[in-house]
């Protein structure tokens, strides 16, 4: 029972564009959202979070959005910097319990 | 500084031996996990702990075991019974076992049985 879902598990943009990661969750119950991003033989990062009372968090370059009606968030990374390529995994808690994780997508920025 | 330490980096185990993996912190988190991550799988949960002398069964704990005698370590066994093991292994920490103020993840132990 995969609760926290990553459907593309890779995505591949040029330098300046926008990145779009997708993730989508079934229990209605999750109330607090966070990406972590890791690179190859390192561990994961966190890299922004949002509560389920907001729509919308931004932070420099990174914003998450919100849509509780569709069960569905996604992290904007604009503009795209080579540096930012890695695997971005999302998460998501109930209540303040432990964290559930997708699959991850990988994310390639070209030069 | 404060963080978190997983050793050893790489560890090569023969099958039927059990081997461990060290996580120790000192950030004076109450919360650890054990993560596994394979490839197209993402973060599946081993065991986690939430208090000293007390540890939980997370989604896949078959083959593995725990201990939780000091605040600041949390040591994995992979026991012989563990069919598959060889994995990327990551340890977690947080501060109060709710999970909103975010993980701090150690950098990994590859696992690999030769």
């Known amino acids: 029972d995969q609760q926290v879902k990553q459907n593309s598990p890779s995505l591949s943009v040029q330098e300046g564009r926008i990145s779009i990661l997708n993730c989508d969750y079934t229990n209605s119950m999750f109330d607090y959202f966070l990406w972590y991003k890791k690179y190859p033989a390192e561990g994961p990062t966190f890299l922004i979070s949002?509560?389920?009372?907001?729509d919308k968090n931004e932070d420099g370059r990174f914003t998450v959005f919100l849509n509780k009606s569709a069960k569905h968030l996604s992290l904007h990374i604009v503009p795209s910097q080579p540096g930012d390529s890695a695997v971005y995994f999302c998460?998501?808690?109930?209540?303040?319990?432990?964290?559930?994780f997708g699959e991850g997508t990988q994310l390639t920025v070209n030069p | 500084d404060g963080g978190i330490t997983q050793s050893p980096k790489y560890l090569f185990r023969k099958e039927g031996q059990n081997v461990t993996l060290s996580c120790e912190q000192n950030?004076?988190?109450?919360?650890m996990y054990w993560y596994r991550q394979d490839p197209g799988q993402g973060l599946r949960l081993i065991y986690y702990?939430?208090?000293?002398?007390?540890?939980q069964k997370g989604d896949i704990a078959e083959g593995y075991s725990v201990s939780r005698e000091k605040k600041e370590s949390f040591p994995l066994t992979v026991t012989s019974a563990q069919k598959n093991p060889t994995a990327f292994y990551l340890c977690?920490?947080?501060?109060?076992?709710?999970?909103?103020?975010?993980?701090?993840f150690g950098s990994g132990t590859r696992l690999t049985v030769v």
């Open positions: 949002i509560s389920s009372i907001k």
């Open positions: 950030l004076n988190h109450d919360a």
């Open positions: 998460a998501a808690s109930d209540r303040g319990s432990r964290l559930t």
């Open positions: 702990s939430q208090i000293v002398n007390d540890f």
């Open positions: 977690a920490s947080s501060i109060l076992p709710g999970s909103s103020y975010g993980y701090t």
